[in-house]
């Protein structure tokens, strides 16, 4: 539910005023409307199996594009300097999982074209938990807002959204990770055999439906987080005219 005029004024008083300069709300309001657009973006590109030819020996995969759209989101943050150091620290580690996530980029190509080598496997599981970690730090970056905002439901929001996505990504990735460990060992078959056959997995459609989760909470949690700021953004020119 978006919050009035008038709740604003009594939830984000006089202490609030100096603390978020218009040019700190069009930063957050910017920003965190591409950081939630580029996650359904990078869902659909990267289930769709595209990729780039950058050289005749070297491909990227599509969703790299998302990528670059979310990191054009976090230099819309970097507007934002009244917050606290907490808010600097989140951005900086958010800057570097998305060069990570750049790194790892061609691994994934290289996995699905040639999946005989335990590295690839290796290399894709350290994407997947960069991700992680990245939805994670933007929900805190969310959380730094709804502190400066005053929004205690919103904020008691943000830090149960942050830790579900810990909880919903890390699990299921997990729980693959230790049966195509023991199935490997039983069979005694190299591992990445096991980890590509990710259809044989018991239940893997929950789990997978599962991994979906976290996206929809920091998809939601950016989205509220932007609506704040641009609600904040007009009352403040509703005030002044």
């Given at each position: 539910m978006e919050q009035t005029e008038e709740s604003y004024e009594s939830t984000a008083g006089a202490p609030l005023a100096p603390s978020l300069t218009p040019n700190d709300l069009l930063g957050l309001a910017h920003g965190f409307s591409r950081i939630l657009w580029s996650i359904p973006l990078g869902l659909f590109l990267f289930t769709g199996a595209m990729d780039f030819a950058v050289s005749l020996y070297f491909r990227l995969p599509s969703y790299?594009?998302?990528v670059l759209l979310f990191l054009w989101g976090l230099l819309g943050l970097r507007r934002v300097h009244s917050l606290s150091r907490q808010w600097?620290?989140?951005l900086h580690v958010a800057f570097l999982l998305v060069i990570l996530l750049i790194y790892f980029s061609p691994f994934v190509y290289w996995w699905t074209?040639?999946?005989?080598?335990?590295?690839?496997?290796i290399n894709l599981f350290g994407m997947l938990l960069a991700?992680?970690?990245l939805l994670w730090s933007i929900n805190r970056l969310a959380e730094e807002v709804a502190a400066a905002l005053q929004d205690r439901f919103f904020l008691i929001e943000c830090r149960?959204?942050?830790?579900?996505?810990?909880?919903l990504m890390s699990v299921p990735v997990f729980l693959y990770f230790v049966y195509a460990t023991l199935y490997a060992g039983r069979a005694d078959i190299p591992l990445h055999r096991t980890l590509e056959d990710?259809?044989?997995f018991p239940y893997i459609q929950w789990y997978l439906a599962l991994a979906l989760l976290p996206l929809t909470l920091t998809i939601a949690i950016a989205w509220k987080t932007k609506e704040r700021a641009l609600t904040l953004l007009r009352v403040r020119?509703?005030?002044n005219a």
């Open positions: 790299i594009v998302a600097t620290h989140y074209r040639f999946p005989e080598g335990d590295h690839f496997v991700a992680t970690w149960l959204s942050g830790w579900a996505v810990l909880a990710i259809r044989y020119a509703d005030k």
